[in-house]
C-alpha cells in the first residue's frame, strides 16, 4: 500500500535514500539560515526592530542544517551532493520569488519593500514546512533514531509561520496590504509548482535507488499531480491567508539549542 508513512518508512530503512533525503535536508535549511542571516545584516533602518527576529529566524534554520547532517553521522553517513533539479531553494530563487541571493551577497541595505517581499515569501515557504514537518511528527513522532530532531523542528516552523502572520499584519497595517497580497499570490502560484516538481524528482531519485518496479513510480508521479492539481484549483489559497496567530512574538529571544545533538 503506498501511504506517506510507508513511503517514509522505505527511505528511512536504506542508508542510501536516508543519506539522500537528509542531504536535501540539511542543504535547504543550511540556505535558509544564511538567507536569514543576510536579511537581519541588511536590514534597512526604519525596521530595525525586525533583525534579531530575522537573526533568530536564521538561527533556527542554521540549527535545522545541523540537525539533519546530526542525523547522517550518527548512521555514520556523509552528505552526498544535492541533485540541483531536487534543489527547492534554488529553484524558487530561479523563479524571481524572494530575495536574490546576488541581491544579498552585495553589502548594500536592503527597502522596506524587500523585507516585504522577503516576509510575504517566507510565509508560503514556511506554511509548506510546518505542513510537512507536522506530517512527519504525525508518523515519525517517536520514532527512535528521528522522533526527537523532527519534534524541535516541527516546533520551531510553527513558530517561523506565526511570526510571517503576525509580523505581515503589521505591515498590513502599516500601508503594505496591497504589496503583500500580490507578492503572496504570485510566491503561491509558483511555490506549488516548484514543489510539484522537486517532489518528482526526489521521487525519481528515490525510486531509482530503491529499484521501485515502473507501476510503483508511476502511481507515485500520479499522487503528486494530483496534489499538484489540488493546490492550483483553490489548496494554494491556504498559503495566502492571514491572521494573529495564537503564539505572539514567537521569535522573540535566542534559538533553543539542541544539546542532544
Ligand atoms: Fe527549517
Ligand atoms: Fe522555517
Not at 523585507?115 to 508560503?124: D, Q
Not at 500580490?182 to 514543489?195: D, F, G, K, P, Q
Request: aromatic share 6%; glycine share 8%; charged share 30%.
Amino acid at each position: 500500500m503506498l501511504s506517506a508513512r510507508s513511503l517514509f518508512q522505505e527511505i528511512v530503512d536504506s542508508d542510501e535514500t536516508f543519506q539522500l533525503f537528509c542531504s536535501i535536508a540539511a542543504s535547504g535549511e543550511t540556505q535558509g539560515g544564511w538567507e536569514n542571516g543576510r536579511i537581519a545584516t541588511l536590514v534597512p533602518e526604519s525596521m530595525r526592530e525586525l533583525a534579531p527576529r530575522i537573526t533568530r529566524h536564521g538561527a533556527d534554520e542554521d540549527k535545522h542544517g545541523r540537525l539533519f547532517n546530526a542525523l547522517l553521522k550518527k548512521r555514520r553517513l556523509d552528505p552526498v551532493p544535492v541533485p540541483p533539479e531536487t534543489d527547492y531553494t534554488m529553484l524558487l530563487e530561479q523563479r524571481g520569488i524572494g530575495l536574490a541571493h546576488e541581491k544579498l551577497r552585495r553589502d548594500e541595505r536592503l527597502t522596506e519593500h524587500d523585507i516585504v517581499v522577503y516576509l510575504s515569501h517566507s510565509r508560503v515557504t514556511e506554511q509548506r514546512a510546518a505542513d510537512q514537518m507536522e506530517m512527519l511528527v504525525k508518523h515519525f513522532g517517536d520514532h527512535p533514531e528521528l522522533g526527537k530532531a523532527i519534534r524541535m523542528i516541527s516546533d520551531d516552523e510553527a513558530n517561523h509561520l506565526a511570526y510571517c502572520h503576525e509580523e505581515l499584519l503589521r505591515l498590513a497595517a502599516a500601508g503594505h496590504g496591497r504589496t503583500i497580497q500580490r507578492v503572496l499570490r504570485e510566491s503561491a502560484l509558483a511555490e506549488i509548482r516548484v514543489y510539484r516538481d522537486v517532489s518528482l524528482a526526489v521521487m525519481a531519485h528515490m525510486g531509482h535507488l530503491l529499484r521501485w518496479p515502473k507501476a510503483k513510480s508511476a502511481a507515485l508521479a500520479a499522487g503528486i499531480h494530483a496534489l499538484y492539481a489540488y493546490e492550483r484549483l483553490g489548496g494554494w489559497r491556504r498559503m495566502v491567508g492571514l491572521r494573529m496567530p495564537e503564539r505572539r512574538g514567537a521569535l522573540d529571544g535566542p534559538a533553543t539549542p539542541a544539546p542532544a545533538f
